[in-house]
């Protein structure tokens, strides 16, 4: 088990580190693993929250990942999906050595002595021995927010940016691999989910971009405005993202949150 440390310091190119596919031609100039305090991290992992659409089809799109080279999976107490993880890594055959995990600790496990029982249930649904990365800070609900950045309004997102899109036309790529090649670039591993077999191969293929067009992006938030894309209201009820309605989770209201008792304990469903 690793804890998640603040930040991504050094990147390294090696993939030979973790046997990581190497037929990926335009991904080979862009870091594939990153280092960070002694764990090799895979630069492209596979996103396995399902939102609305539940857990269903999740054994699939992971098996499906994993046969087409993905060998980071992110998951989460919280996405109610460890145990299908579990299940589909092992019935996929390949080495547990072979696949980096990471989940992270549910939103109601945050008391400090309740942690390693949380960490003792990811790791039975899971079916593993040990996972590469436990992140701590899931949902971090009735704590102070992260970011008092307003939730999109009108704006197009990324995907749809014109001048990711003008970008992206230049290299004769998507804007969703200009945009994940830019985070890699940067030195962020992404863990994009799609259940869509042709993008996650593309979500994989990743490119270096020019410097001028790193800098473009870079600087669109500034020129444009920060957004956040990500707006829970819906789910939760409340702006976890905003001090001054942010409230402890027994505060807020029931029938927002897809939640289950289990051995007294409830789980939210939500990223
Ligand atoms: N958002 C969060 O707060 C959060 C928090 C913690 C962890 N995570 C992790 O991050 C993963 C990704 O989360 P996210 O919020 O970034 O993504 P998301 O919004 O949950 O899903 C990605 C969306 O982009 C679409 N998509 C994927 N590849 C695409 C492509 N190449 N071109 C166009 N559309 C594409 C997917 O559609 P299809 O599936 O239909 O292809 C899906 O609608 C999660 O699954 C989870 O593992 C997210």
Do not use: C
């Not at 100039?29 to 764990?39: D, Y």
């Not at 992992?45 to 659409?53: A, I, L, P």
Request: glycine fraction near 8%; charged fraction near 25%.
């Amino acid at each position: 088990m690793f804890i998640f440390p603040a930040s991504i310091t050094q990147t390294i190119h090696d993939p030979a580190k973790l046997n990581l596919p190497m037929n990926i031609s335009s991904f080979q100039s862009l870091p594939t693993i990153f280092e960070v305090g002694g764990v090799s991290i895979p630069a492209v992992g596979f996103g396995t929250f399902q939102g609305d659409n539940g857990n269903s089809k999740v054994k699939d799109v992971v098996l499906t990942a994993l046969r087409n080279g993905y060998r980071h999976i992110d998951t989460a107490a919280a996405y109610g999906n460890e145990k299908e993880v579990g299940e589909t890594i092992k019935e996929s055959g390949l080495p547990r050595s072979e696949i980096f995990v990471t989940t992270k600790l549910a939103q109601t496990w945050h008391d400090p002595e309740d942690v390693e029982e949380a960490l003792d249930r990811s790791l039975r649904d899971l079916q593993l021995d040990y996972e590469n990365i436990h992140l701590t800070g899931h949902q971090p609900l009735g704590g102070k927010p992260v970011a008092a950045v307003n939730p999109n309004a009108n704006r197009p997102g990324p995907l749809s940016d014109p001048n990711i899109a003008e970008i992206a036309s230049a290299y004769g790529k998507s804007p969703a691999q200009v945009l994940l090649s830019w985070a890699v670039q940067r030195g962020t591993s992404v863990v994009p989910k799609t259940v869509n077999a042709h993008r996650m191969i593309k979500n994989r293929d990743l490119f270096r971009l020019k410097d001028e067009h790193m800098e473009e992006i870079n600087s669109l938030a500034e020129k444009k405005g920060a957004l956040r894309f990500l707006d829970p209201r819906d789910h939760i009820g409340f702006d976890i993202f905003r001090e001054d309605v942010d409230e402890p989770v027994e505060g807020t209201k029931k029938g927002f949150f897809s939640s289950f008792e289990e051995e007294g304990r409830k789980h939210q469903h939500y990223f």
